[in-house]
C-alpha cells in the first residue's frame, strides 16, 4: 500500500502520526450510517450531530480520513457550484440572487466552522483570478462569460474585470491581457481541514471506523469485511469511488486531476509574481488549471487528466514525466522565472463527475437513502453545502437549502441521470479532450493561421456542447 504520506502534499506536510482509526469488528445498530470519511461524509455528520445531538451516527472509511480527494485537490474553497448558470437558469431574479448568495457564502460559512471548532487550515480568503494570460482569445472568451454573468444578475461586487495593469497589483504575468476577479473564494490546506473536520465530528459524538470499506449494501444495511451495519439513514459519500458502491457509477464518473508543487519559493520570487493575499489563480484554457501559493511558499499548480475507460480508479498517483512536463509547461509560460525550479511533490486523484456535469443533493425518503455528489472538481466548498443540506433533508427540514434546483427531495436514485454506456463513454470523452488540446496548442502558437485558430475554437465550443 502507498505510504499515506506521500498521497500529496498536503498530506506530507501534516504534523500529526497518520494512524488509522480502529476498523469496525461488530454489528451496529444506528440513525445514520456514512460511508466515506471525506468532506461531503464529514460535513454531513457535523451539521447532523450539531442539530440532533441524540441521533447515532457513525462513519465507515475504506482507508484513512483524507485519503480520497478531499486530501488531494488544489485548495480552492469556492462559493460556486458546477454549472450553476444552468442550475438558476429558470428561477426568477429574485430567487436567482438568493441562491447566488447561498452559494457566495460558502466560504464564509467553513470560516465561521474553523474558528469554533479551532481547525487550522491555513485559511485565506483572498477571491480568485480567471487570468486570459497566454494567448488573445482567452480574453474574448473571458470577456464574453463575464457579460453572461451580468446578463444573469451578477454585480461587479461578484465579479469584475481586471485590466492587464490592474491585475499586476495582485499578480504579474508574463503576458497578461487581464482578468476576472471574485472575492468568493478562499484558499486553504486541504488535508488540514479534512483531517481537523474528522476530530471534530469525533467530539461531537460521532464515530469514525477507518479501514472498513463497504463491501456490498442496500437501503437499511451496508456490509463491511468484519461486521454489519442496519441503519435508518444511508449516506453513501464516495464521488470520484463511486462505481465502489453499485449502481452510483452509473451517475457519476471518475476523473483524475493531476497536480505538481514547487520547493518553497524565496520572497524575491514571490515579490515578482504577487499572490501575496492567499489569491486563488488559474488561467483560461479549456485544460482546466489550477493554482496558489502556500502558506509555506510553494506554488501548487494543477490540471485536468483524463478518464479511464470502463471508469475504473487511478491508483497509482506516481506521476509520468509527461504529467509533470505539462503541468511545468503550462505554469512556465505564466511565470518565466520559474521554468528551472525544482518540483518536490507531484500527485492526483479520482474526482466525481455526474452526467450533464450537474451536481446533485439527493434525498430517497422511501429507501432512506441521501447523497450529494457530482461536484466535479469543486468541491471543496460544495461538499459544505452538500452537508449542510444532506442534514437539512434527513431532519426534514423545510428551508432556503432543501428548496435550490440542485435538490431532489424524495427522488429515487433512479432519478439521477445516467451516462451512456462504454465505449461510448470513453470515446466521448476523449474526444472532447482532444479538441481542447488542439485548440491550446493552436491558439498557443502565435504563428498559427487565423482560419486554423478560429477551426481549432469553433470545434472545441462544438465538442464542449456535448458536455451540457
Not at 502534499?9 to 461488530?26: I, V
Not at 487581464?178 to 461531537?204: D, F, M, N, W
Not at 506554488?299 to 487528466?305: D, I, Q, S
Request: with cysteine; hydrophobic share 40%; net charge neutral.
Amino acid at each position: 500500500m502507498q505510504p499515506l504520506r506521500t498521497l500529496s502534499l498536503w498530506m506530507d506536510q501534516l504534523d500529526e502520526p497518520l494512524c488509522a482509526r480502529p476498523a469496525l469488528r461488530e454489528d451496529l445498530e444506528l440513525d445514520v450510517c456514512i460511508i466515506g470519511a471525506g468532506y461531503t461524509g464529514l460535513w454531513t455528520a457535523y451539521y447532523l450531530k450539531r442539530q440532533a445531538p441524540h441521533l447515532n451516527i457513525a462513519v465507515i472509511e475504506a482507508n484513512i480520513a483524507g485519503f480520497g480527494a478531499s486530501g488531494r485537490n488544489g485548495g480552492w474553497l469556492m462559493g460556486n457550484l458546477l454549472g450553476e448558470d444552468r442550475l438558476l437558469a429558470t428561477l426568477s431574479p429574485q430567487q436567482r440572487r438568493a441562491s447566488v448568495d447561498l452559494l457566495h457564502g460558502i466560504p464564509d460559512e467553513v470560516h465561521a466552522v474553523l474558528q469554533r471548532e479551532g481547525i487550522d487550515c491555513d485559511y485565506r480568503k483572498g477571491g480568485v483570478l480567471y487570468c486570459a494570460a497566454r494567448y488573445p482569445e482567452q480574453e474574448r472568451s473571458l470577456r464574453a462569460y463575464l457579460d453572461e454573468l451580468y446578463r444573469q444578475g451578477m454585480t461587479e461586487d461578484d465579479y469584475r474585470w481586471l485590466r492587464p495593469e490592474q491585475l499586476d497589483g495582485q499578480l504579474r504575468l508574463s503576458n497578461a491581457y487581464g482578468a476576472i476577479y471574485s472575492p468568493h473564494t478562499a484558499t486553504i490546506q486541504p488535508a488540514k481541514l479534512v483531517r481537523g473536520l474528522a476530530r471534530a465530528v469525533e467530539a461531537l459524538g460521532v464515530t469514525i471506523y477507518e479501514n472498513t470499506p463497504a463491501i456490498d449494501w442496500q437501503p437499511g444495511e451496508v456490509r463491511s469485511p468484519l461486521a454489519r451495519i442496519r441503519c435508518q439513514w444511508m449516506v453513501p459519500a464516495v464521488e470520484g469511488y463511486a462505481a465502489s458502491l453499485p449502481p452510483l457509477g452509473k451517475h457519476q464518473l471518475p476523473v483524475q486531476s493531476l497536480l505538481v508543487a514547487t520547493e518553497p519559493l524565496p520572497e524575491s520570487t514571490w515579490e515578482q509574481i504577487g499572490l501575496g493575499q492567499g489569491q486563488a489563480f488559474s488561467e483560461s484554457s479549456r485544460q482546466v488549471t489550477y493554482g496558489q501559493r502556500t502558506a509555506d511558499n510553494r506554488l501548487v499548480f494543477g490540471a485536468r487528466g483524463g478518464y479511464r475507460f470502463g471508469g475504473r480508479l487511478r491508483e497509482d498517483f506516481t506521476l509520468s514525466e509527461a504529467e509533470v512536463g505539462l503541468r511545468r509547461y503550462l505554469f512556465s509560460e505564466l511565470f518565466p522565472q520559474l521554468r528551472h525550479v525544482r518540483i518536490t511533490h507531484s500527485w492526483g486523484g479520482n474526482l466525481g463527475m455526474a452526467r450533464r456535469f450537474r451536481p446533485h443533493m439527493l434525498c430517497d425518503r422511501q429507501r432512506g437513502i441521501a447523497l450529494s455528489g457530482g461536484y466535479g472538481g469543486e468541491g471543496v466548498g460544495a461538499t459544505n453545502l452538500g452537508g449542510r443540506t444532506l442534514a437539512a433533508l434527513i431532519l426534514n427540514q423545510h428551508n432556503q437549502l432543501t428548496a435550490q434546483p440542485w435538490v431532489l427531495d424524495n427522488r429515487p436514485l433512479s432519478s439521477l441521470a445516467s451516462w451512456p454506456p462504454e465505449p461510448c463513454r470513453w470515446l466521448g470523452y476523449n474526444a472532447i479532450i482532444q479538441s481542447f488540446v488542439h485548440e491550446d496548442r493552436t491558439l498557443a502558437n502565435p504563428a498559427s493561421a487565423p482560419w486554423r485558430r478560429r477551426l481549432a475554437s469553433s470545434l472545441a465550443d462544438f465538442m464542449e456542447g456535448f458536455m451540457h
